[in-house]
C-alpha cells in the first residue's frame, strides 16, 4: 500500500479525513475510491483475507463522512491516527469555511434543480392543464436556495466559530478519571445504599 512517510494515501483524497476540521464533512464517490483502491492493494497484498475485504468494503459503501473513511484503514496505514491538531490560523479557517459554503451551495442547487426538473417534466408531458402543481415544489426550494445564496458570509461566520471551538475542544487536556464512589459494607460484607442525605442529617 502505498503510504509513505510523506502521507502519499491521504493526500488521495480531496481532504485528509484524519482532520477534525473536515470529520463530519460529506464524504464524495471518489474520496470512497481511494479507501477502495487501498483495500484492493492490501488484499493483493495478503493483508487481507476475502472475508475482511468484504466486511470494510461495505463499511465503505455506507461511509458518510470523512471520519467513516478512517476506520476501515486503521491498521493498514501507520500514519492513520488522527493527525495532531494544532490552533489553525485565521486565514486557514475561512479557506475551509469557505470550502464548506461552497459545497453546501453546491447540494442546495441541485436540491432545487433535479426535483424541480422531475416535476415540471411530468407537468408538462401530462398535459400541462391549468393546475400548475409543479409551483408548489419550485416556491420552497427556490426560496431555500436563495437564503443559502444570500447568506454567505453569515454562513462563513458561523462555519468558523464551529471549527474554532473544534480546535480548541481538541486541544484541551484529557479530563481526570472520576474517582470511584465510596462503598460500606454491613458485617457480613454486603454494600449498604449510600445515604444522599446522610450529611445533612449529621
Request: hydrophobic share 35%; proline share 7%; net charge negative.
Amino acid at each position: 500500500m502505498t503510504t509513505g512517510s510523506d502521507g502519499s494515501l491521504w493526500s488521495r483524497f480531496q481532504h485528509d479525513p484524519r482532520d477534525p476540521a473536515y470529520a463530519g464533512m460529506r464524504a464524495s464517490d471518489r474520496d470512497r475510491g481511494v479507501v477502495h483502491d487501498a483495500l484492493a492493494e492490501a488484499y493483493a497484498e495478503g493483508r487481507l483475507d476475502r472475508e475482511e475485504l468484504d466486511e470494510r468494503t461495505s463499511q465503505v459503501d455506507g461511509a458518510k463522512t470523512y471520519a467513516d473513511l478512517v476506520p476501515p484503514l486503521l491498521d493498514l496505514a501507520a500514519d492513520a491516527d488522527v493527525a495532531a491538531v494544532s490552533l489553525a490560523s485565521r486565514p486557514d479557517l475561512e479557506q475551509k469555511a469557505a470550502v464548506y459554503y461552497r459545497e453546501k451551495l453546491r447540494e442546495t442547487f441541485f436540491e432545487f434543480l433535479i426535483p424541480n426538473l422531475i416535476c415540471w417534466t411530468i407537468w408538462y408531458l401530462t398535459g400541462h392543464d391549468y393546475f400548475i402543481w409543479p409551483i408548489f415544489v419550485t416556491i420552497p426550494t427556490l426560496i431555500h436556495l436563495l437564503q443559502v445564496a444570500t447568506s454567505k458570509q453569515r454562513t462563513i461566520d458561523s462555519r468558523i466559530e464551529k471549527l474554532e471551538r473544534r480546535h480548541l475542544k481538541a486541544l484541551e487536556p484529557p479530563k481526570p478519571p472520576k474517582p470511584p464512589k465510596s462503598e460500606t459494607k454491613d458485617d457480613d460484607g454486603r454494600i449498604l445504599r449510600e445515604n444522599p442525605n446522610k450529611s445533612e442529617q449529621a
